[in-house]
């Protein structure tokens, strides 16, 4: 089982390759918010709550993720390279396609 810092830095490196930036959120500003904030090249924009396969987002972090969510943003569980291949693949559909 990876952990965080590596999935982390797996994503750091993944998302720079594509041209884009891995930007990380305090949550010391607003509680809950997703860890991260991905841009990449072509307006794509979503955050990513980054875990380990064994821990869940709190109940506040699912509380935000909804908030986020209903205002038309993409937020994102990434415990893994597969669920960030597959996020950046999502975030890059047409938004009528998510």
Same mark, same amino acid.
């Given at each position: 089982?990876?952990?965080?810092?590596?999935?982390?830095? *797996?994503?750091?490196?993944?998302?720079?390759?594509?041209?884009?930036?891995?930007?990380?959120?305090?949550?010391?500003?607003?509680?809950?918010?997703?860890?991260?904030?991905?841009?990449?090249?072509?307006?794509?924009?979503?955050?990513? #709550?980054?875990?380990?396969?064994?821990?869940?987002?709190?109940?506040?972090?699912?509380?935000?993720?909804?908030?986020?969510?209903?205002?038309?943003?993409?937020?994102?569980?990434?415990?893994?390279? #597969?669920?960030?291949?597959?996020?950046?693949?999502? *975030?890059?559909?047409?938004?009528?396609?998510?």
């Amino acid at each position: 089982m990876p952990l965080e810092s590596k999935i982390e830095t *797996a994503c750091r490196i993944e998302v720079r390759r594509k041209g884009g930036l891995f930007i990380k959120l305090s949550p010391s500003f607003f509680k809950g918010i997703p860890d991260r904030l991905i841009l990449l090249p072509g307006g794509v924009i979503f955050f990513a #709550e980054i875990k380990n396969e064994t821990y869940q987002p709190s109940p506040i972090q699912c509380k935000v993720h909804k908030i986020i969510r209903k205002l038309g943003q993409l937020v994102f569980i990434i415990r893994n390279n #597969e669920e960030l291949y597959e996020a950046i693949q999502t *975030a890059q559909l047409p938004r009528g396609d998510h």
